[in-house]
């Protein structure tokens, strides 16, 4: 485990070799030690040291004030980015996030006791190989997230701390220790003082994870209800019907493992279901969900807003949540109008949506529909390999040919996209000479 070497840089070693050639300690520290113990490859290499921020500009003569009040400078070196900081102790916590001051420390071993995980906590340099202060390197071995210290105190200073121990317990698939889940869910409330992009960002990483299924465990100790009340609402949601097997939120995760670990993909099927909380229907004991898609299209858009997603997420997520049900008939005409309806450029992300949405359906569901899905998907590629129009820039005819025949303004786009329905009905019809003889027939 301590063979680590390999994974460090060559200019952060010579960067902790001038702090050392200087009198200073200097120490890879956090994120990259952990990932470099798990033989993960790192992005991001920051350096801890005794140095004080004006000693540590003193020393390389490219760097960036990043956060200079709490001790760290970016150091530019050999084109490279490293952010080197000061070892510190944090002042009171008044809002939940950030200390009201900090003390510099010349104590590497004071530094690490205001870290949030053990297994965030370990410093390396090649002197002195792997240094731990906290127990980071057995929780490693056994798979834990621990909270360092008092746990209840590390989430009431930055309670940003709650989402990035489920966070980090979903991207390493490890356990959370007892005594640091029972402090996330004391301390749940306290995520109301933390900025929703910031929630949302770790909340990113999690669900694009290889473990979604920690957002039960986050239901189970009221986090996800202080973000995500609606979805927290389907996890109980049952689904008395023969195509089910699951809740609608567990079936939701479950369909979440089942798709690729996109962003987009992942949230689609996170909320392609969320508007069953509000359609359920029960007949004969039989529960229905009329029109949910609709709903769950109406959420995900009030959902992804609150959450502050750029537009273009919100509107790739909520379109194809409000069509993830689609059904389309098993010829080569049909298919391509559910291309032309979902765009050719959102169609394969609608039919992987499909096949995650089935997988995590009953086996009966899963007999009845998969084969005909596969079907479709067979279609679609014998489709592609005939390079069919399905848009503007692939008709024969265009705008400057319209201009020339007298068309003006609005007239244009309203021929143009008539002429692209005809086409797709018929692939025949993309010709030249058919369309600009019959083009008083797409004026309306």
Do not use: W
């Amino acid at each position: 485990m301590n063979n680590i070497s390999e994974y460090f840089p060559i200019a952060g070693y010579k960067l902790l070799s001038l702090l050392h050639e200087h009198g200073y300690e200097g120490y890879f520290i956090g994120g990259c030690v952990r990932d470099a113990i798990l033989k993960r490859k790192a992005f991001d290499f920051d350096i801890a040291t005794d140095a004080l921020p004006s000693e540590v500009k003193s020393i390389f003569p490219h760097t960036i004030d990043t956060g200079i009040k709490h001790g760290t400078v970016t150091v530019i070196l050999d084109g490279e980015s490293f952010e080197v900081t000061t070892y510190r102790i944090d002042g009171k916590y008044l809002d939940s996030r950030h200390p009201q001051s900090v003390t510099f420390s010349r104590s590497l071993k004071e530094d690490v006791k205001r870290r949030d995980l053990t297994i965030n906590a370990l410093a390396y340099s090649l002197e002195s190989g792997i240094i731990d202060y906290t127990g980071g390197l057995e929780d490693i071995k056994n798979k834990t997230i621990r909270l360092i210290g008092n746990k209840n105190k590390r989430l009431e200073e930055d309670a940003l701390r709650i989402m990035r121990v489920y966070r980090f317990a979903a991207e390493l698939n490890f356990q959370i220790e007892e005594e640091t889940l029972e402090a996330t869910s004391l301390s749940a409330e306290l995520l109301n003082n933390i900025s929703i992009e910031r929630i949302r960002d770790e909340f990113n990483k999690l669900i694009t994870s290889q473990n979604v299924m920690i957002i039960k465990k986050m239901y189970e100790k009221n986090i996800l209800a202080n973000f995500l009340p609606e979805f927290a609402e389907t996890i109980t949601c049952k689904q008395n019907n023969p195509y089910h097997k699951y809740t609608v939120g567990i079936h939701s995760l479950v369909a979440m493992n089942n798709i690729d670990n996109d962003l987009i993909l992942r949230l689609v099927m996170l909320l392609h279901d969320i508007g069953k909380i509000k359609t359920k229907t029960t007949i004969n004991n039989i529960d229905h969900f009329y029109n949910h898609q609709k709903y769950s299209y109406s959420m995900s858009l009030d959902i992804l807003r609150r959450m502050k997603y750029p537009n273009k997420i919100i509107e790739e997520v909520s379109f194809l949540v409000l069509h993830h049900c689609d059904m389309f008939s098993l010829s080569k005409k049909s298919i391509r109008k559910a291309m032309y309806k979902i765009t050719p450029e959102l169609f394969p992300s609608f039919l992987k949506v499909r096949e995650a949405d089935l997988l995590s359906q009953s086996d009966l569901s899963q007999k009845e529909k998969i084969p005909k899905l596969q079907e479709a998907i067979n279609i679609y590629q014998e489709i592609l390999k005939e390079n069919n129009c399905f848009s503007l820039k692939d008709l024969k005819v265009n705008g400057n040919d319209l201009i020339a025949l007298g068309y003006r303004g609005k007239e244009i786009g309203v021929i143009l996209n008539n002429m692209l329905k005809a086409v797709i009905e018929d692939e025949e019809k993309n010709d030249k000479d058919y369309l600009l003889t019959n083009i008083f027939s797409f004026e309306d």
